[in-house]
């Protein structure tokens, strides 16, 4: 009888230590899969900061036009892309991890594209000035958002790839060369 017991008891142990064994290894590699979709969504939100046409430096350096009639105007075409721009961040924040230390930089960066937008609602004729303020702190989160994954993202300031291919594809003149 004792022995009976005594493999009742050997096997029950067993069979609830590997569950828990199971468990423990199923809820690591959940883990794994969470802060890799999360990273992800990092690196792709960080390229569409850096790959934005409307916060790339040289975008808005001469005349402005600030006709809200016209769907073409500068105006108009900043403000959708910084309404896109704000999607994307939205969008980034459903692959977070609930203790994610993005959390604060992702509601940062669609705080700021709120400002912008409204800022320039109110004031069309600031348009660059809030332009150029809405980069700077778009870098700045880029940083912060950097620092939230150091080995797994790359900082990218806002704009820099918007033009990088038009830039990379000139031809190398010969005095270049040497």
Partial sequence: MEVVIAQILVTTTSVTAGALLALLIDRGKSRRTEKAAEINALRLLSLEVASRRALAPEQLAGPVSLDRADPDS????????????????????????????????????????NVFLEAV????????????????????LQRELCLSHPRDLVYLPAGSAAYAARRSSRPVSASSRD
Avoid: F, I
Avoid at 80 to 108: C, E, H, I, M, Y
């Fill in 121 to 140: 609602d109110e004031h069309p004729s600031a348009l660059v000035t809030e332009l150029e303020a809405l980069r700077m702190q778009l870098d700045t």
């Fill in 74 to 113: 500068d105006l108009n075409r900043v403000r959708r892309s910084v309404v896109l721009l704000r999607k994307d961040v939205r969008t980034a924040r459903q692959s977070l991890r609930p203790r994610s230390a993005a959390w604060g930089t992702l509601n940062a960066m669609v705080a700021a594209c």
